[in-house]
């Protein structure tokens, strides 16, 4: 199993990033997709989620209007769009696969840094 997350790095407030989690190992359509995020002295935080499908979608309300998941199962991976990003969004962004039986995969994770 491997999520493998890409697509982080260094943007200037306002700007936008779209990250990548590319999943194998396992039948991608049948997890539910979710990302987090972890800023240094904070606990990991749900950003967004989407399901087996990608019929239903959520964010959190720090970044309702700026984020939006999607998720592509052909590719196997999923999506996470940044617009309008702030510093306060500076993390480490983690993907992670949920199955219907409560099993969990976790990518290594890839760093936003939002800075002018």
């Known amino acids: 199993v491997q999520l493998v997350e890409s697509g982080g790095g260094l943007v200037q407030p306002g700007g936008s990033l779209r990250l990548s989690c590319a999943a194998s190992?396992?039948?991608?359509?049948?997890?539910?997709m979710s990302w987090y995020r972890q800023a240094p002295g904070k606990e990991r935080e749900l950003v967004a989620g989407?399901?087996?499908?990608?019929?239903?979608?959520n964010v959190a309300d720090s970044v309702k209007g700026r984020f939006t998941i999607s998720r592509d199962n052909a590719k196997n991976t999923v999506y996470l769009q940044m617009n309008s990003l702030k510093p306060e969004d500076t993390a480490v962004y983690f993907c992670?696969?949920?199955?219907?039986?409560?099993?969990?995969?976790w990518g290594q994770g890839t760093q936003v840094t939002v800075s002018s």
């Open positions: 190992g396992f039948t991608f359509s049948s997890y539910r």
């Open positions: 989407i399901s087996s499908t990608g019929g239903n979608t």
């Open positions: 992670r696969a949920t199955g219907i039986w409560g099993n969990m995969y």
